[in-house]
């Protein structure tokens, strides 16, 4: 038995040699076949990369043919901008000639002889009632609106540094002068006091309001301490008074100007970039990077009307022009350099004859060091990240001025020198015992839209800023929509809302909806903003929070782009981007060639295609942009599977094969297609011939606010 088991095991151990043998003998097989057929792949890769490649090479070559004939095909497009340049200097020509024919009796603004006679004939006008002076008012908020659409709408090739500074000394003029004229007329109420008198309290109030200015004026004839509160019935505005001030002869003031002419004049006037052509004398000029002087340009300007050359003003007073050279390797140039060369100017590449665009200092200028260390203080408000809404309210506590006597048929009063005065509080003789504050209550204005709580400051005549400190115990009740607060002195409020808080904007889109009409919606953080465009001008048609409609008083108006930027501000919905809202916006950074380009060949186009927000922008890098593309000739939304994912990059567009439901994103080309120089070659490709013949017959006005809306919203980085 035992000899048997060990045969037995003996066999086994043979077996199990054989069995390892063939083992080794299949993997070794399968190996070879697995390195025989990496090698296939690995072949077949290489060749199959080599044919892209080839097709590639094939791809590019034929682009390369065809670039300067697409240019051309693209620059006499192209001519529709100076069309709209030429169309609006003429305008305004015409404007001034028709405002000179109908001898109205208004001041041209423009004209300093016209605007200083008129100042001085109101400075002598001795009528002080505040009727006639809120009227008279309307009249002056008028020639600052004209000024201040000529400072943000004429291009620097029109206007020159000394007229500039004119038409701003003319807005600050107007400016005093306006509320001097409302001191005088508050004085007047006090003298007559007796015509306004309260039943209930025996002391006066009065409201007096129109679209523009509310007076709020309460003057302490009983001088008892039990009527210290007061709310004004018409306004819901109110206030309670120390104990000291019930007692004394006083009266309170609240003007409410429903604008802001209190903070520096550089807030208003930030403009938004505008379009230049350039001949090739000026591109090789250009090309060197550098600023002109503005005596070089104005020199230039002069010399060759034909070819304005022009240069933006930054919000500090600085020049920056973004300049052109004919080198494809320009942008990587400029990055290399070093940040300071990319503070002076960009050098974007554009053919020689092209349209040249200057655009925003922000694109390539970070804010500079000076201008950081100015906000040290944590109370000062930084007004590039806070903006005043709803107006200013100016807040006084006023010595009440000698009464009217009525003397048989006489009514006689004590003239003094001095004009409206402000009653001194907190007195300065009491530095040591704290007084006690004054409550405020303001009822928030309809017509604005406050997001989120709003900031209250108060504006420092000394350093010329809003402050947060000296306001205290802030209540913000949204139902009612009221805020309450108190102050240790009488101040001049505002309510500051942040400017950024509707951005990055979540989507937006543009399409066309009937000839030289389109709609462009941007879907902001609260609120969803559409604009209606038609020919020279834009409409806002509708803004919805939650689903619902808000600001009716500013919806349905025809205006002009750079007055919609006005309106939207001013009621607190601001979806255009500052000089410096990079720093507080988390930016979808892309190259400036790739973004001015891309809006406007956008506008080019936008009588045929509609355009929208991909996800897939934000994954493209800098140097390219990404949107939906749609041909569309109908009024109907555009359908979702009706849209193609676009690429482009300044020089060089695609169309991708990619949808914006894909897992992943992917350079790769759609099938069947190629690459072209230009947007409107590549959608030509995939376009039908009405589509090509619209955009061909085009208006170039539409096409130019168009233009100016995307620029203005910069939907491309801001979303």
């Not at 002087?293 to 022009?321: L, Y």
């Not at 804010?367 to 260390?373: C, D, I, R, V, Y």
């Not at 355009?611 to 994954?619: H, T």
């Amino acid at each position: 038995a035992n000899i048997k088991s060990g045969g037995k095991k003996k066999v086994s151990k043979a077996e199990r040699l054989r069995l390892q043998k063939e083992e080794e003998e299949r993997r070794l097989k399968e190996e070879e076949e697995a390195r025989l057929q990496a090698q296939q792949e690995e072949a077949a890769r290489l060749e199959k990369e080599r044919i892209e490649q080839e097709q590639m090479e094939k791809l590019k070559a034929k682009d390369q043919e065809r670039r300067e004939s697409e240019l051309a095909e693209l620059h006499s497009l192209e001519q529709k901008f100076l069309a709209a340049q030429q169309w609006k200097t003429d305008y305004r020509a015409h404007a001034k000639w028709e405002h000179y024919l109908s001898c109205d009796g208004s001041p041209d603004p423009t004209v300093l002889q016209e605007i200083n006679t008129f100042m001085s004939l109101w400075r002598e006008d001795q009528n002080e009632d505040i009727q006639l002076v809120m009227e008279k008012g309307e009249q002056v908020l008028n020639l600052i609106q004209k000024l201040q659409f000529l400072l943000l709408d004429t291009p620097p090739s029109e206007i020159t540094e000394k007229e500039t500074v004119q038409y701003q000394e003319s807005i600050l003029e107007l400016q005093n002068l306006l509320h001097q004229k409302y001191d005088v007329a508050t004085e007047h109420m006090l003298k007559v006091t007796n015509m306004h008198e309260d039943s209930d309290t025996g002391n006066m109030q009065a409201v007096i309001k129109d679209k523009n200015v509310t007076f709020c004026i309460w003057a302490n004839l009983k001088k008892k301490v039990r009527f210290k509160t007061h709310t004004f019935c018409d306004t819901q505005h109110g206030f309670d008074l120390p104990k000291s001030l019930a007692v004394s002869s006083v009266a309170v003031r609240i003007l409410h100007t429903h604008y802001d002419h209190v903070s520096p004049l550089w807030l208003h006037c930030q403009s938004v970039p505008k379009l230049e052509v350039l001949g090739s004398k000026e591109l090789t000029q250009h090309s060197k990077g550098s600023v002109e002087e503005p005596e070089e340009e104005e020199k230039k300007a002069t010399e060759e009307p034909n070819m304005p050359a022009e240069e933006e003003t930054c919000s500090d007073g600085r020049k920056s022009a973004i300049s052109v050279k004919e080198n494809s390797n320009s942008i990587a140039d400029i990055n290399e350099t070093g940040e300071e060369t990319e503070e002076k100017s960009e050098i974007l590449d554009i053919p020689p004859q092209g349209i040249w665009l200057v655009f925003m200092c922000s694109i390539t200028k970070e804010e500079t060091n000076e201008k950081e260390e100015a906000i040290t203080d944590e109370n000062i408000v930084d007004l590039q990240q806070f903006v005043p809404v709803g107006g200013v309210y100016h807040i006084d506590v006023l010595q009440l001025p000698p009464q009217v006597k009525q003397i048989k048929d006489w009514s006689m009063v004590e003239v003094l020198d001095v004009g409206l005065e402000a009653y001194p509080y907190p007195p300065e003789e009491a530095e040591d015992t704290t007084r006690p504050p004054v409550r405020i209550t303001l009822r928030l204005s309809d017509n604005v839209m406050y997001f989120e709580d709003p900031v209250i400051a108060r504006w420092d005549p000394a350093g010329q800023q809003w402050r947060t400190d000296g306001i205290s115990n802030i209540t913000y009740k949204t139902q009612e929509e009221s805020i309450t607060f108190e102050m240790g002195a009488f101040y001049t409020i505002a309510l500051l809302q942040d400017a950024h808080l509707n951005m990055p904007y979540q989507a937006w889109e543009l399409r066309p909806t009937g000839m030289d009409e389109a709609l462009l919606t941007v879907t902001a953080v609260f609120a969803t903003i559409q604009i209606q465009i038609k020919g020279n001008q834009c409409m806002l048609s509708s803004v919805a929070v939650e689903e619902k409609d808000v600001l009716s008083h500013v919806t349905g108006k025809w205006i002009s782009p750079v007055d919609l930027r006005a309106v939207l501000k001013k009621a607190g919905v601001n979806i255009f981007p500052g000089e410096y809202s990079h720093k507080y916006v988390s930016v979808n950074k892309k190259a400036a060639l790739a973004e001015v380009r891309a809006y406007q060949q956008m506008a080019l186009v936008a009588s045929a295609f509609a355009f929208a927000w991909s996800k897939w922008n934000l994954e493209a890098g800098q140097e390219q942009v990404v949107l939906k593309v749609s041909e569309h000739l109908k009024a109907d939304p555009v359908r979702d599977k009706d849209w193609s994912l676009y690429m482009f990059n300044g020089q060089k567009a695609q169309k991708l094969k990619i949808t914006e439901t894909s897992e992943a994103f992917s350079e790769e080309l759609e099938e069947s297609s190629e690459f072209h120089s230009t947007l409107y070659h590549m959608l030509k490709d995939f376009a039908s011939k009405e589509a090509i013949d619209k955009v061909e017959t085009a208006s170039f006005l539409f096409i130019d606010v168009v233009y100016q809306l995307l620029l203005a919203t910069r939907v491309l980085t801001y979303s």
